[in-house]
């Protein structure tokens, strides 16, 4: 059996992510050849991923992050299987530098398929699922472009969200993170009445309808009282129409007028589950 050393084992650990055991084994049955050692490894988490295919991987990371120039953001979620793998410090480490990749990509496959230390992403889930024993994925993959960008994350990493404005202005930087902790607490459906889907209008003036006519109100007047219902409905759940959490007395456009001719451009929304 062929000898290996602390150094090689310790090498292919900070490599890979496995574990000590796991380096030592690889490293052993490859005869010492580090890059069929991490070969080993990564089909040990290809047969981890086809075991653990069905699981759901509803824990994890919800991770923002913004370019120097803070003109691109990307929010995405790295998902596992529990809350114990979700809060671990090298998994969220990992998300974090799956984010970081993610400035560059315009879509979750692109994200896949990019390059991570010579591997893809793709292909460092499913060493990593070898090494964690969970279901390792990228959930959620949003990305927002605009003047200026800036991004939340919620405590413990359950909600991580961006928004774009129309201008850099001075104070920008506090304005775009308040918002982006409003869609966070808030859950907007979408950025204001004309960007909500048609189906959910017709939908929801079916409801009013139907509340009216339990109530005994005529149908002459439904159709009129509806519409005033959606109005109420559009407050609640578009971003910059919803009351500002900070001070119910503004709206959230009113609030980033506060910074001067300036509006909210769009937003993105992840979390787990």
Known sequence: MVKVTAAEVNKLRKTTGAGMMDCKKALVEAEGNFEEAIDILRKKGQKV?????DRESTEGAAIAKVNDNKTVGVSIVLGCETDFVGKNDSFVSLANEFAELALNCSSKEELLAADFNGMTVAEKLIEQTGVIGEKLQINSFEKVEAVFVGSYIHAGNKIATIVGLSAASEGAEVVAKDVAMQAAAMN???LNENEVDAS???KEIEIAKEQLR????PEAMLENIAKGKIKRFFKDNTLVNQAFIKDSKQSVADYVKTI???SVTGFKRVALG
């Open 188 to 190: 907007p459906i979408a």
């Open 260 to 262: 001067g001719d300036v």
């Open 200 to 202: 959910i209008i017709e």
């Open 49 to 53: 991923a086809a075991k653990r295919a």
């Open 214 to 217: 339990a109530e005994g109100k």
